[in-house]
């Protein structure tokens, strides 16, 4: 039991810049502007819209009040289930990108000298379009390729696109965040995802992932109830995150060796007769086997291993047995299981392995596998899809444990190396910067015919295509529904909040149209998006009208109920062992496969993360966000005071980085916590894109230091797979 208890105010007081954020952020600042509407003598006009935040996938939901035509305000939405009311500090700050002066503000065509000018959209649009047939003519439908970080009109038009010019070549975002959790939970579960009932549990891990760094504010609020309420909550990670304020224990653990702490808790479940017999037997395919593997897993092995003590692997094993089945191992994101090393797709197979073990499936306190909505058959024509590519989407063969909805866009860039892809989209995604290794990508974009970006700001990806082709921000649009499951189900739905701000910035639903149109698909594009977000929201018995008025509507009940969940596995049921795993030339049973890099004498090891007011590399621009970012120093490279102390090193010194791949200098915060032997770099700096004046050289990326590879079976890029050295500047 907890010795205090930690409300949600207290936590925002523990972390200064959400502090500073979060008292500022009942508004939007628009200086002067604002002052002089506060004086001025004519009635103003109030609006009120709703929408989705675009800070990070959450895509929590918004209402934004204006004044004049002005952004005035933004609050969160009551009804949606991820906001609950309240918005973060990356959504309240994001607003600013439609007043940004650092947006991209009509099409541009890369010159000879690597310069851009500006051109007009039709010029842009006849341009790209017979640059697209030429490659097609000359290489097939097949040498072209998008990439697209999912958002709700996006991922649509995107497939939609590529799939009209005979391409399968659809690539998400995933296999730099999620790709290895998702594939794996595909797997063993039959879903991509499952949530955890924090309101009754009694004991719930953490496996690298902190709410109070990637902040969703539901799940937040969840954390701090439970924890008011007694739960136990255990942090494995080998820094103590800012979801420590609600943990009653924290695990520091060699990074990595995640997997091995979960072997070795399964060999204490088993040997000691701690687990679910009855679940087990009628609800699980191939324990015998992996009961027989997990016996050579003991915690003393696993201790040589995570450096984390037998004793309290065998303490943490046996608590979660004795508060099963509302006990269970947190579901994840993106860190240990997303993308990080050669095992992570195995640890997400061990997490739920736990989680079996513990019979906690279905079970109040436990996890819980709950439905989604979707939008229905549509019947109007013009909505139809066009016919499946003749090629398989590449990658898929090299890595047949991949998501299907999401492919491996590594092997995307892998392919373009080698000539196999000569034409490049990217929507929204700017994969030459936080996918992968940036000296590959830019390696690979110059061997290309053709590279579009489509975006808002001048990032890294569209400072080397050739033509970049300006969105309006998501407050200027709307988009199509986006569908939230769980013990109940919404919709949600972007309005247009702000008219367009520069009229020569486009929609989503424009540009694709226009683009089609050009490259001789255009049949496939004769509608709007609220054409089509009509037609979808009719199949669900949502109104366009209703939508643009409340922004989320809840759906149909879906009758959750505790129990036991169906499977949608090959087995139909649990799978410690999966056949297709084998397939792929894997274990099929879930086991232990070591990280590729140990760290040598002299080296450490380097993980990355979130802050709470940061979405990657899309928010390091914008300014109020950049200026908190510099007011804390929150770019600095983390190191353990002990190891700090060897190097002679003091916070505010700058040290030298270095990897195979990548020098870098940077500031240092010594710290207490975090585990010696490693290092902690926040994920958002470092931006080499001239035209973002503020994120330019602002510290260091962890993407630079690591060697372009791809995990086995699932293709994610291995985040953290590389050592690194350390040595102070001197002045």
Not at 3 to 31: H, M, N
Not at 109 to 135: H, L, N, S
Not at 250 to 272: Q, S
Not at 677 to 689: Q, S
Request: a negative charge; hydrophobic letters at 40%.
């Amino acid at each position: 039991m907890r010795e205090t208890t930690v409300s949600r105010r207290t936590f925002l007081k523990g972390s200064a810049a959400t502090a500073a954020l979060a008292c500022a952020a009942g508004s939007i600042s628009l200086g002067s502007w604002q002052a002089e509407r506060a004086a001025a003598a004519e009635p103003a006009v109030t609006a009120t819209a709703p929408s989705l935040c675009n800070g990070c996938s959450s895509k929590c939901g918004l209402i934004a009040t204006t004044v004049d035509g002005q952004l005035w305000t933004l609050k969160g939405n009551e009804v949606h289930p991820y906001s609950k009311g309240r918005i973060c500090g990356r959504g309240h700050g994001l607003a600013q990108m439609a007043y940004s002066d650092e947006r991209v503000t009509q099409p541009l065509r890369r010159k000879d000298d690597g310069t851009f000018e500006p051109i007009d959209w039709d010029t842009a649009f006849k341009e790209i379009g017979a640059k697209v047939q030429d490659i097609i003519a000359k290489n097939g439908p097949e040498s072209l390729a998008i990439i697209q970080d999912p958002r709700p009109s996006g991922k649509q038009y995107s497939a939609r696109f590529m799939n009209a010019l005979g391409s399968a070549n659809v690539y998400a975002h995933s296999s730099s965040c999620n790709l290895s959790k998702e594939s794996a939970y595909q797997l063993t579960i039959g879903a991509t995802g499952y949530s955890n009932d924090f309101a009754n549990a009694k004991m719930v891990m953490f496996i690298g992932r902190s709410y109070g760094d990637g902040i969703r504010p539901s799940s937040v609020q969840s954390l701090a109830d439970a924890a008011e309420h007694g739960t136990r909550v255990v942090i494995v990670d080998p820094r103590l995150n800012n979801s420590g304020i609600f943990a009653s224990d924290w695990v520091p653990i060699n990074p990595g060796t995640d997997l091995a702490l979960l072997m070795a808790m399964a060999n204490v479940l088993i040997e000691e007769d701690l687990y679910d017999h009855d679940f087990v037997e009628q609800n699980t395919y191939g324990f015998e086997e992996f009961a027989e593997q997990a016996k050579e897993y003991t915690p003393e092995w696993a201790e040589k291993i995570t450096d984390v003590p037998a004793e309290t692997i065998q303490e943490l094993a046996r608590s979660m047995a004795k508060a099963a089945p509302a006990a269970s191992i947190e579901s994840g994101w993106r860190s240990v299981i997303g993308c990080s090393y050669k095992n992570s797709f195995e640890t997400a197979r061990a997490i739920t392995a736990i989680n079996s073990l513990l019979g906690c499936w279905g079970a109040k306190g436990g996890a819980l596998i709950t439905s989604s909505p979707k939008a229905g058959a549509i019947e109007d024509a013009r909505f139809k899809a066009p016919a499946k590519p003749a090629a398989k989407r590449i990658g898929d063969a090299e890595y047949p444990l991949v998501l299907a909805s999401a492919g491996t866009n590594v092997a995307a860039l892998q392919a373009t190396l080698e000539g196999e892809i000569k034409g490049l989209f990217f929507y929204n995604s700017n994969a030459a910067k936080g996918y992968a290794q940036p000296k590959k990508w830019t390696e690979a974009l110059e061997k290309t015919d053709l590279v579009v970006t489509i975006d808002v700001q001048m990032s890294e990806t569209a400072q080397q295509s050739d033509y970049v082709l300006p969105e309006v921000t998501y407050l200027e649009r709307l988009e199509l529904p986006e569908f939230v499951g769980g013990k109940k189900h919404y919709v949600g739905m972007r309005t247009v909040a702000l008219e367009k701000i520069h009229p020569e910035t486009r929609t989503c639903d424009e540009i694709f149209n226009g683009l089609a149109e050009a490259c001789g698909v255009g049949e496939y594009f004769q509608f709007t998006a609220e054409d089509w977000a009509e037609a979808q929201l009719a199949t669900v018995g949502v109104s366009l009208d209703q939508m643009k008025k409340e922004g989320v509507v809840e759906l149909p009940d879906p009758h959750f109920e505790y129990g036991v969940p169906t499977f949608k596995t090959a087995s139909g049921k649990f799978e410690f062992k999966t056949d297709k795993v084998g397939e792929a030339g894997l274990n099929p049973v879930i086991g232990w496969i070591p990280r590729k890099v140990t760290p040598q004498s002299g080296e450490f090891a380097i993980v990355g993360g979130k802050q709470g007011i940061h979405s990657h590399t899309m928010t390091q621009n914008i300014e109020a966000l950049h200026a908190i970012s510099r007011e804390y120093h929150m770019e600095r490279l983390w190191m353990a005071a002990k190891d700090a102390a060897d190097l002679g090193v003091q916070t505010g010194d700058t040290v030298e980085v270095s990897s195979s791949e990548h020098t870098g200098q940077v500031e240092v915060r010594v710290t207490q916590r975090l585990k010696p032997g490693v290092v902690f770099l926040p994920t958002h700096y470092g931006g080499d894109a001239p035209a973002q004046t503020r994120a330019y050289h602002y510290g260091i990326s962890l993407t630079d230091f690591i060697p372009l590879d791809a995990e086995p079976g699932v293709g994610s890029m291995m985040s953290q797979e590389v050592a690194v050295t350390v040595k102070k500047v001197e002045a």
